[in-house]
């Protein structure tokens, strides 16, 4: 098995390579892309899954047409959805070391997510399977 983990779909993509030596993650849409730290992919990651959380939780606040715009950060990354709670987009800024901003649009957000959930635990399986060699 390869060290390498590259989940895409149209108008976005996910990587991972667990032998580079400093940037580890790879994130991209349509026509960008941007290397990762660990660090930098894993508080992508995790704040991703609070603002999913957060929008099915405002699902429940807010009448159909309301509009919603949500941030979480770390010290290495911003990350805001904007839109409706069941189709909003989001955007991402680097904001430690070299800097990066990358958007995806609603209509590809919800696969973005299930691209990131499968990444991770292809990641996991991988460093699982390495660890017991």
Not at 52 to 77: F, H, Y
């Amino acid at each position: 098995m390869s060290d390498r983990l590259l989940t895409k779909g149209i108008g976005w993509r996910i990587g991972w390579n667990g032998a580079a030596p400093i940037y580890k993650g790879l994130l991209g849409g349509e026509e960008w892309a941007v290397e990762l730290t660990e660090a930098e992919f894993d508080d992508f990651c995790r704040l991703f899954e609070q603002l999913v959380e957060t929008m099915k939780m405002m699902a429940q606040e807010l009448m159909d047409s309301e509009r919603i715009a949500c941030e979480a950060e770390s010290d290495l990354l911003w990350l805001e959805v904007e839109g409706y709670p069941h189709a909003y987009s989001l955007r991402l800024i680097l904001n430690h070391g070299r800097c990066c901003e990358g958007n995806w649009p609603e209509e590809v957000v919800t696969e973005l997510f299930q691209g990131v959930q499968t990444t991770l635990a292809k990641r996991v399986a991988f460093e699982r399977t390495n660890s017991l060699q």
